[in-house]
């Protein structure tokens, strides 16, 4: 158990539906991450929050919104997604955001777009 | 940005000592070097962090040499649960968000 809890772990979902990815950390931290990792690929990093507010969006589209209501929690919201957004989207959290941080995972939720 | 190098994969035998070399050339001089371990459907697991010379916990050691530009991973004893995908890191002067995962090294260890 790594103090980093997502939900649903499984979700399958069309192109024309929206869904909702959760993460909660236990751990006190002040940063949370969301990462994609695609079959065979490597971990992509989407969004990085620090105290709440966005601090990093690496190009990613429209059809994946976060959310950041508190530093404990954090949401991925999906809509009008396409099949290759297919992946394992992974939920991080770091003490800080300084160098050298420790990154703790959650499980992932693994996604299928049909 | 730093840019790591590994092995893509690498087997072995339950029983003995596996190491993996990661190649950090341009590694900055406040750089750490941190390695994760992850099996399939879940998140990476930090392993072992270092900067310099040598490190060891209750899972791992990490031997860095004097200039710094690679570093070896050491697993004892693997077993059939090592069986995973290990990645090197190496913290950019800047903050966690600038860490970039590389495809790792996938590690299969053999009865």
């Known amino acids: 158990e790594t103090g980093v809890t997502q939900t649903p772990r499984h979700l399958v979902m069309g192109m024309t539906n929206k869904k909702s990815l959760k993460c909660e950390q236990h751990l006190g931290h002040n940063a949370m991450y969301w990462y994609k990792q695609s079959a065979k690929k490597p971990l992509e990093l989407m969004f990085v929050?620090?105290?709440?507010?966005?601090?990093e969006n690496n190009s990613v589209p429209s059809r994946f919104s976060p959310e950041c209501p508190n530093s404990s929690h954090l949401f991925l919201h999906l809509h009008t997604l396409q099949p290759e957004d297919s992946a394992l989207y992974l939920c991080a959290s770091t003490p800080g955001t300084g160098a050298n941080e420790k990154l703790f995972f959650g499980s992932g939720t693994q996604l299928s777009v049909l | 940005l730093a840019k790591t190098t590994q092995p893509i994969s690498m087997d072995s035998y339950e029983g003995q000592e596996v190491n993996i070399t990661c190649s950090h050339n341009n590694i900055a001089t406040n750089d750490y070097i941190t390695w994760y371990q992850q099996f399939p459907s879940q998140g990476p697991r930090f392993i072992i962090q270092g900067y310099k010379t040598k490190v060891t916990n209750e899972v791992a050691s990490l031997f860095i040499p004097a200039d710094r530009k690679s570093s070896t991973l050491s697993l004892p004893r693997v077993s059939l649960s090592d069986t995973a995908v290990y990645y090197c890191?190496?913290?950019?002067?800047?903050?966690?968000?600038?860490?970039?995962f590389g495809s790792g090294t996938q590690l299969t260890v053999l009865p």
């Open positions: 890191l190496v913290g950019d002067t800047g903050s966690a968000r600038q860490l970039t």
């Open positions: 929050y620090s105290l709440e507010e966005r601090v």
